[in-house]
């Protein structure tokens, strides 16, 4: 093709992506470099119902003065990203320096916020993905082989929880599995403990996130397979029943790898859709036991009055970004290896 | 016969609201912005009707007012001319000098105000507060009389109460509270102001809470947890008050608004209801400082707006927190307003503020040591580190934010 052909399919999309995608990503960049001006504090008198108290407040007109001569605030470089709130390398030093043992060192690590949200994202993410993998492989076989009246509705119940928005079915599954709950008390009666508790402790929350993120996802990779399903060459599949291979051997050895591009794919956008989890954590009402890097930044926004922090909730963006570059690489280096024209001896 | 009732009252309906229109102002535009709750509502009704020839009165409620507030009233002309606010909102209108004083428009224009209601910061007056709001005890006056022990007025006596309670096997999980997320804070707030403590150094933003008052105050709320749904880390007032009301709570320190939402004759049995009594929040460690915050609710007008639109939005406003709409709606508040009546529901803020109970800090970095507080001491309610390891944790978070904030 061309060059200037191929420029011409290919602007409107590379407009959208630099408007849409590549700015963005720049004017965080910006913004997390910069922290808010120094406050210029002056101390008053407070009166209302109840009495008069002396307290600070901050005075407007010296603050807008300095915040007028630079907008974007206060040039912090890479402070941000250090602090407590987030890699915290300062506290992780003191921590290996003080720590009698690795466990006391874990332990603290783990007390940081984006750690500790870390390590949920990240389990969150290598746990959730291979099962909703395996779990949408083995929903699209049995699909696959129903007879055709009952494929429709199968496939239309099958695909509800991916229909339904996040926030609405967290919130529906936390109101069943609340020990007064359908859910939570059919377990109680199961495991015969009437303290029972989902919501209660941090490993059984952990557990009901995870289970929550399988269940709404499994419908997206059950789809792309049952697709695939349609596509496996015939003849192959013959061939292998007349050299004698049973039906496992079969999806073993023609199916599964005829379907490896479609793993390779939804690997991908799991990866990406897992590694952002959020809105479950927000419905379940989760934040003590588990948090997100994605809660972080909607922490960061949220705080209470006047408290939001652009910078931080810019810096914890960054770091997401990075993270999901990090996960994708192999894979994305892997498909780029195949796709290369194989030399063969 | 019936139609006709309700052509007439109609038509009188009418009648009232052409009187009342113009409310002596002739041009202008009023926007009121504010949070979406039965007290607000009445308010905003009152003022829309000084809509009329050449003023038009517009209401825009939304629960979650507070996330828009500064965004709206910074853009110019604001979007709102008056927001609706509380202590901790108003705060965050002033850092940014959203909000302007109203000296000028009380003395023209605010003749029927009382000298409490002036929230006067430096001398300017920033806001006109019309409803005082608090948490305070909740008790079921059956179940304590059951279980042989009389209203607590302290948190020790409420463990004691609690204790009774559960050993008796009247109820399970005998106390409730707010301890999610945001709510988590202001309980910690609430319970360290009860102990005495102060939140930062005098004069600074630096913090200082990690001392002994603090791990008295975690310690008490861990107590109190013992007695409490192992949920209690995500509940907030919504589901105090579904245990509530569906009787499985007999103690707990729920907001006054609150108090008609329980006793309303819905969602809740007749027994329960009459059972349910209103105390001061109770007072803890030998202190004599109940252990809430005092809230009040009041107007602002707009810093960016015209001084015609902020004339007729202060007349409008006022005709919303008139005594007239205070006598009209003696139940949705427990109004500032003068000639308004207490309430039978408003037992509980009216015993707080009387004994003592400080306002919420009017600091403006009070925000971000309140998300430090909520979600730092989680750790420690789980049993996972020591109270001073979990203040220690606050005030790290705190200062990361505040030096962010550039308070530090």
Request: with cysteine.
């Amino acid at each position: 093709m061309p060059h200037h052909t191929f420029f011409k399919f290919i602007w409107p999309s590379a407009l959208t992506m630099l408007v849409f995608i590549a700015l963005p990503i720049i004017s965080i960049t910006i913004q997390s470099f910069y922290i808010d001006h120094e406050q210029v504090l002056v101390t008053v008198e407070n009166c209302g119902p109840f009495g008069c108290k002396e307290v600070t407040k901050v005075d407007v007109e010296a603050t807008r003065a300095l915040s007028e001569q630079k907008p974007l605030g206060k040039f912090n470089g890479f402070g941000t990203y250090t602090n407590r709130n987030h890699l915290a390398f300062s506290h992780i030093s003191e921590a290996w320096n003080a720590a009698p043992n690795l466990g006391y060192f874990i332990g603290e690590v783990l007390n940081l916020p984006f750690y500790k949200a870390l390590s949920f994202t990240l389990t969150y993410t290598f746990i959730v993905t291979p099962c909703v993998i395996i779990l949408g492989f083995c929903i699209a076989l049995c699909v696959n082989r129903l007879p055709s009246i009952f494929k429709g509705p199968t496939i239309f119940v099958s695909l509800l929880p991916m229909i339904i928005t996040p926030l609405i079915g967290s919130l529906v599954l936390f109101w069943m599995i609340d020990a007064e709950g359908i859910i939570g008390s059919f377990l109680k009666i199961i495991f015969d403990d009437p303290s029972l508790s989902l919501k209660a402790s941090p490993t059984l929350t952990w557990i009901m996130l995870i289970v929550y993120g399988i269940w709404h996802h499994a419908p997206f990779a059950f789809v792309v397979f049952y697709a695939g399903l349609q596509t496996v060459p015939k003849d192959t599949l013959e061939s292998a029943m007349i050299d004698g291979a049973s039906k496992w051997e079969q999806t073993r050895y023609v199916v599964v790898p005829h379907l490896m591009p479609l793993v390779v794919f939804i690997s991908l956008i799991q990866l990406m859709d897992n590694f952002r989890v959020f809105e479950p954590i927000v419905g379940f009402n989760a934040q003590a036991s588990a948090t997100s890097l994605s809660w972080l930044i909607y922490n960061d926004f949220r705080s209470g009055d006047g408290a939001m922090l652009f910078g931080s909730a810019a810096a914890t963006s960054i770091l997401t970004i990075i993270g999901v570059s990090i996960l994708l690489t192999p894979i994305i280096v892997r498909t780029w290896q195949s796709s290369k024209p194989a030399v063969r001896g | 016969m019936f139609f006709r009732t309700i052509l007439t009252a109609g038509a009188i309906g009418l009648l009232s609201t052409a009187s009342y229109a113009g409310c002596g102002i002739d041009s202008g535009s009023v926007r009121i912005g504010g949070n979406d709750f039965p007290a607000y509502q009445a308010v905003t009704q009152a003022a829309t009707g000084c809509s009329g020839d050449g003023v038009s009165v517009t209401v825009d409620l939304n629960k979650d007012h507070k996330d828009r507030q500064v965004a709206a009233l910074t853009a110019n002309p604001a979007e709102f001319t008056s927001s609706i606010a509380n202590n901790s909102a108003l705060v965050a209108l002033m850092n940014d000098g959203l909000v302007q004083p109203l000296n000028n428009l009380i003395a023209k224009h605010g003749s029927g105000l009382q000298d409490m209601q002036i929230v006067s910061i430096d001398g300017e007056v920033m806001a006109v507060a019309f409803m005082a709001n608090a948490q305070h005890l909740f008790y079921r006056s059956d179940i304590l009389e059951a279980a042989g022990v009389a209203p607590p007025k302290t948190y020790e006596e409420v463990l004691a109460a609690a204790k009774a309670i559960k050993s008796k096997g009247l109820m399970e999980y005998p106390i409730a509270g707010t301890y999610g997320g945001w709510n988590l804070g202001l309980e910690f707030i609430n319970m360290y102001l009860g102990h005495g403590g102060e939140f930062f150094e005098s004069g600074s933003a630096k913090p200082s809470l990690n001392n002994a008052k603090g791990v008295a105050t975690l310690n008490m709320m861990k107590s109190l947890s013992a007695y409490m749904n192992p949920d209690f880390l995500t509940y907030d007032s919504n589901a105090v008050q579904a245990d509530w009301e569906a009787g499985k709570v007999a103690l707990t320190n729920l907001w006054g608004s609150r108090a008609g939402a329980v006793t309303d004759g819905e969602g809740s049995t007749a027994e329960i209801e009459s059972n349910t009594k209103f105390a001061s929040a109770p007072t803890v460690a030998g202190g004599t400082t109940p252990s809430t915050t005092l809230w009040w609710d009041g107007i602002t007008v707009a810093t960016n707006i015209s001084d015609e639109d902020a004339e007729a939005t202060f007349i409008a406003m006022m005709e919303g927190i008139s005594p007239a709409m205070a006598a009209a709606n003696p139940n949705k508040a427990n109004w500032l307003i003068s000639g308004a009546k207490p309430r039978a529901t408003g037992v509980g803020v009216v015993e707080s503020a009387k004994g003592g109970a400080l306002p919420y800090p009017m600091l403006p970095y009070m925000g971000s040591m309140h998300n430090a507080i909520g979600s730092e001491i989680v750790d420690f309610l789980q049993g996972n580190e020591t109270a001073e390891k979990a203040l220690a944790d606050v005030e790290a978070a705190y200062i990361a934010a505040a030096t962010e904030k550039g308070f530090l």
